[in-house]
Structures are given as structure tokens and as C-alpha cells.
């Protein structure tokens, strides 16, 4: 089984290391970079999207692994686009309820919980000991980063990213492409767009 990777990137480095462990057999990194990035720890980089979408059928599963919601967003469309078949990529020690669903292209990292009717929408990343409690909606191509949790109920909007170790209370809404600071503690709904941070979190001024 032969999977590729877009985006030779540390983000991706976990989840080669994942697949690796969920028993790909091997996995190719690509990235616009190349050729004049050649390697992404101890992958190889093979070549970049044209050639990778040249090729999509080679493989048994494609995965974006670039840490910009938005350009993960288009990259992952292009790729689907072109008949890529998209990998879903859960660290063996992640704990997903058989009542939770994940979309395709999304990530999963080691310890994190995905607590039961979770839906994680296509393309998100549910980063390491990340904890996405019962009912959550996790919109499409955002991000939960490192031990961040969100409580019950809560709904993520798309390209969303809340930052390691942050919380969010439970059946709150954080906007469409809000992002939640790293440590930050959210007890108001968070408007599309915003950037809020601190204890409790509030807007970051322009
Ligand atoms: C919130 C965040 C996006 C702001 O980034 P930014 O727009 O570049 O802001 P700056 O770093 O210029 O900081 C602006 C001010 O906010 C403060 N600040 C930044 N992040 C903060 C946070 N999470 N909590 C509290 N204050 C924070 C800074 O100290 C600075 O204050 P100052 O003006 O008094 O010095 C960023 O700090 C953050 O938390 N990113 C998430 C990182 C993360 O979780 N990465 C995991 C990847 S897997």
C-alpha cells in the first residue's frame, strides 16, 4: 500500500510516522518546494503537485499534510478533483467512538479522543492528545491543535484553528475561520474571523 503525502512539512512528518504504524507500506512526500527540497526528515521527496497529479492513480491513498487550513482546503479539492483516492490517517492510539464520524482526508494523532456523534468534516486535523468531546461538530478543514479540548456540543466552523492547549466551553460556536490562541479559555461564541486568546479569551485588537 503506497501512500502520498502533499507537503513535506513537520505536520507531515506525523502523519507519515502514523501511517507507517497503521501499516502503509510506503509512504512519498511531494511538495511545491521541490526539487530543491529533496528529503523531509527521513522521507523522500519525490517530486511536487503537477507531478503527483500526473501520477495520482500509482497510489492507494493521497493525504494533504500542509498546516494552512486554506491551502490544505484547495489542495485537498485539486486532488479530489483529479480522481485522488483520499486517506483518512488515525494514529493507533487515538481513541474514536464507533458513534463518531470522520471525513475523508482528515488526521487524527496520537492519545487524542474523538467522543461519540463527533463529526469531523473532511480535511481536519485532530492533533496530538487533542480531545473532541461527545456531539462536536469539527468543521471541514480546520484545526485542533496539541491537548486542546473542545467540550460538548461544541461547533467548529470550517478552517477554524484553536490553538495547543486551548479549551473551549461546551456548545459554544467558534466562526468559520476564527482562530483561538494557544492556552486561550473560551466562554463566549467567537465570531467568523476573530482571533481571540487569554483567560478568558478576548479579541485580539487590529
Ligand atoms: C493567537 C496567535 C495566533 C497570535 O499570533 P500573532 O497574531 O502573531 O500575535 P503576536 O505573537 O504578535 O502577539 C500579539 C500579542 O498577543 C500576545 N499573545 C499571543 N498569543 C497569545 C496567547 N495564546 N495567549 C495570550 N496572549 C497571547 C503576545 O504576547 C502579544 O502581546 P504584546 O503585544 O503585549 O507583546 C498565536 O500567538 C497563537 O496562539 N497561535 C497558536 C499556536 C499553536 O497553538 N500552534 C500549534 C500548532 S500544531
Redesign the pocket.
Known sequence: MHLAVLGASGHGKVVADAAELLGWGSVTFFDDAWPTLKNNGPWAVDGDTTWLLDRITDFDGVIVAIGSNHIRAEKQKHLGDAGAKLATIVHPSAVISSHASLGEGVVVFGNAVVNACAVVGAGAIV?TGAVIEHDCIVGEFAHV??NAALAGGVNLGREAWV??CASVRQLLTVGTGA?V????VVTRNVPPGA?V??NPAKT?SP
Open positions: 492533533n491543535s496539541p490553538g495547543a482562530v490562541g494557544m492556552g486561550s482571533t486568546m487569554g485580539l
